[in-house]
């Protein structure tokens, strides 16, 4: 079992910066890609963001490449996402998830509750 804390969403203004971290506890945390998703009101939950155990591997949506940065750090069981340049569009419930590089749901078998994220005009 992994457990999963999301943290650090808030409300922001356009073009400001959050940083989202994401802790986890659990034997199996050990060697778990990480990945981010979120959900908007009445849309369907999306991909945002993962990365590999080592970290050597990170992928991203198109819609958040070049504007957040997907990091880990193994040492203090903890994922982050750090977001720049927020647009309106971002404004999402932001849930981190544990299991293999994928940008597919059911390759995720932990999820977190988590965090929302809102970015005014």
């Known amino acids: 079992q992994v457990q999963l804390e999301e943290s650090g969403g808030g409300s922001v203004q356009a073009g400001g910066s959050l940083r989202l971290s994401c802790a986890a506890s659990?034997?199996?945390?050990?060697?778990?890609?990480m990945g981010w998703f979120r959900q908007a009101p009445g849309k369907e939950r999306e991909f945002v963001a993962s990365?590999?155990?080592?970290?050597?591997?990170?992928y991203y949506a198109d819609s958040v490449k070049g504007r957040f940065t997907i990091s880990r750090d193994n040492a203090k069981n903890t994922v982050y996402l750090q977001m720049n340049s927020l647009k309106p569009e971002d404004t999402a419930v932001y849930y981190c998830?544990?299991?293999?590089?994928?940008?597919?749901?059911?390759?995720?078998?932990?999820w977190g509750q988590g965090t929302q994220v809102t970015v005014s005009s």
């Open positions: 998830a544990a299991g293999d590089v994928s940008p597919r749901e059911n390759e995720y078998a932990y």
């Open positions: 659990g034997r199996t945390w050990s060697g778990a890609a």
């Open positions: 990365i590999s155990w080592r970290g050597s591997r990170t």
